[in-house]
């Protein structure tokens, strides 16, 4: 489906012309529509296109979108969602493995914090799951290795006692924690980062 911060790839774009067209000549190929029905979706799926058209999204979250208009019938909605399933623009399975993939470990995201995320736009148990199976425990822990690497990249100095390290640590729990991860790879990897960042500064080594 591409990277859910943008807007759809030219398959999709395709799709979406085969589905129009297909539209306009009928459901059934047989040149009749209800013209009617098709004015009134009209505007519902320019809008539902144009949100699309922005990143990709899961279908719960763009009919709550699409809902926002109070004037537009909760069954026009579902046809036009519908309609979108059918030309492939929505398939909420697809757009959660690519979530996972783009966030895991771009931008440090937990598989608890992913799981949220996803929830919260409405896509199923099912399909977070079947999404979240691509971040193994290994990719976790790398994941949080990142994160307090680059956390602990901004000390200068190593501590001149106990409660500046204990401050260090603090900070770089707090951003491992803020993304979710357990709090035993917090603190595996948060003290790992802080034991190799200070050989660097102690030797002289990067940063």
Request: aromatic residues 2%; without cysteine.
């Amino acid at each position: 489906m591409g990277d859910p911060a943008a807007g759809p790839d030219p398959d999709q774009v395709a799709r979406l012309r085969r589905a129009l067209a297909a539209a306009e000549r009928g459901a059934d190929g047989s040149g009749i529509v209800d013209l009617d029905r098709e004015r009134a979706k009209a505007p519902l799926r320019a809008r539902a296109l144009r949100l699309l058209d922005q990143r990709a999204r899961a279908t719960e979250e763009l009919r709550r979108r699409l809902a926002e208009d109070d004037d537009a019938p909760a069954e026009l909605i579902a046809e036009v969602l519908a309609d979108l399933r059918s030309a492939g623009l929505l398939d909420d399975a697809a757009f959660a493995a690519e979530w996972v993939r783009q966030r895991a470990r771009r931008r440090g995201k937990s598989r608890r914090v992913l799981d949220r995320e996803l929830r919260d736009k409405g896509v199923s148990a099912a399909d977070r799951d079947a999404a979240l199976d691509q971040v193994g425990d290994a990719e976790e822990e790398a994941t949080a290795a990142a994160v307090a690497a680059k956390r602990t990249a901004a000390i200068r100095r190593v501590p001149a006692d106990r409660a500046e390290r204990d401050r260090d640590l603090r900070r770089v729990l707090g951003a491992l924690a803020r993304r979710g991860f357990p709090q035993e790879v917090a603190m595996r990897r948060a003290r790992a980062a802080l034991a190799e960042r200070y050989a660097e500064l102690d030797g002289g080594g990067p940063g």
